[in-house]
């Protein structure tokens, strides 16, 4: 084998470096936490200027960068950032899960379930997946002006919290009072734009339609606290495991 070098992720704060590394990287929660917060503000701050240098001058394009920014539309630097954030997420909690897997922890099963959930998440933000409930629940709700539920989808997506708010109960119970709170806390935020600031778009956007300056605002909270929650459980994901799984590495020996 030629060379021995070592590349290793360490998301603890209390393990020493190892001697003579070829590559050693130091992942800090509170650094990750504010660049990733720094990136979602810029994001925010780019799609709201170019949407008012929109109607200031009539331009829809402006050389690509108005449909590349703007957090209403898809396939752009937005969503892919969205998404991004959710990947890490379901990285991260499937290096807990097999942990957790691994020392036989009773709390392993829940881990893998998030971790398969945040993936599924990371492809439904570039997919819109659940878009393809819009037109069936309309129909089942068997109305024509339908308010805050004018994106229908929000009717099984609420289910749907509703039943994993159920599942999760034992397994928040279970872990460290601080651990749960932070989990809780980006859960609310994500969901509060994802559900919540949804339901007040989907009235203004019945109302007076998807270019008025109302909808424009609640798409970018929707948005913005979308992104500010995957960033405030990534955090609380780095915590937990520098806290509690100190041992929780990737290394990569280099040939």
Known sequence: MMGTGMKVLDISRNDTIPKNPAVYLKVEPAQVTVGLL?????????????????????????????????LEREANIPTIFSAGLLSISAGLLSLIA??????????????????????????????????????????WLGRDQLGP????????GFALVAVLALYFVPFLRALPRRDALRFLSAGA?????????????????????????????LVTLEESMEMTGAVLFIRALLLYIAQWSPSLRVELRLS
């Open 98 to 139: 097999i942990e957790k897997h691994q020392s036989r922890d009773g709390l392993r099963r829940p881990w893998a379930v998030l971790a398969c959930g945040f993936l599924f998440m990371a492809v439904d933000e570039l997919a819109r997946i659940h878009e393809l409930l819009v037109a069936p629940t309309r129909q």
């Open 189 to 217: 935020v994500y969901l509060g734009g994802a559900l919540g600031v949804e339901l007040a778009g989907g009235n203004a956007a019945e109302q007076g339609g998807v270019q008025q300056p109302l909808y424009v605002a």
């Open 149 to 156: 539920l004018y994106f229908a989808w929000v009717v099984p």
């Open 38 to 70: 720094g990136a979602v503000v810029l994001l925010a701050a780019a799609s709201v200027l170019l949407r008012a240098f929109s109607a200031f001058t009539g331009h829809d394009y402006v050389y690509g960068l108005i449909p590349l920014f703007d």
